[in-house]
C-alpha cells in the first residue's frame, strides 16, 4: 500500500508541475499584443521628441552664439592676433547646430 501512496503522490506532483507549465504558456499566448501598434505607437512618441530637441538645438545654439560673440568681442578689444580664428569656429558651430536641426526637422516631419 505504501508503494501505491507514493506513486499517486508522484503523479500528483507531475501533474501539477505539466499543469503550471501549461498554464504558463497558455497566459504568454493570451497577453500576446498586436506588433505593429505598439512600434506605431512608439514612432509617434519619438517623433514628439524630436520636435523637443530640435527647439532645444535651436536654444544650444543661441546660447553658443552669444558665449562665443563674448569671447570673440573681449579677444578683439585685448588686440589678441587669434581673434579670427576664435570668431570662424564660433560661427562654424552655430551654423552647425542650426543645419543639424534642420536636417532633423525635415528628416523626421516635425
Known amino acids: 500500500m505504501g508503494k501505491v501512496k507514493r506513486g499517486w503522490k ?7 508541475v505539466v499543469l503550471t507549465l501549461l498554464m ?4 504568454t499566448y493570451v497577453l500576446a ?3 505593429n501598434a505598439g512600434i506605431e505607437s512608439a514612432n509617434q512618441q519619438v517623433r ?3 520636435a523637443n530637441g530640435v527647439k532645444l538645438m535651436y536654444a544650444v545654439g ?5 558665449i562665443g560673440a563674448i569671447k570673440v568681442y573681449q579677444k578683439w ?7 579670427s ?6 560661427f562654424g558651430s552655430c ?13 523626421f516631419g516635425v
Open 10 to 16: 508522484k503523479f500528483h506532483q507531475e501533474k501539477g
Open 24 to 27: 504558463i504558456a497558455i497566459s
Open 33 to 35: 499584443q498586436d506588433g
Open 48 to 50: 514628439g521628441y524630436f
Open 62 to 66: 543661441a546660447l553658443v552664439g552669444l
Open 77 to 83: 578689444n585685448s588686440g589678441d592676433p587669434d581673434t
Open 85 to 90: 580664428k576664435v570668431a570662424s569656429a564660433w
Open 95 to 107: 551654423i552647425f547646430l542650426v543645419v543639424v536641426a534642420t536636417i532633423i526637422k525635415a528628416f
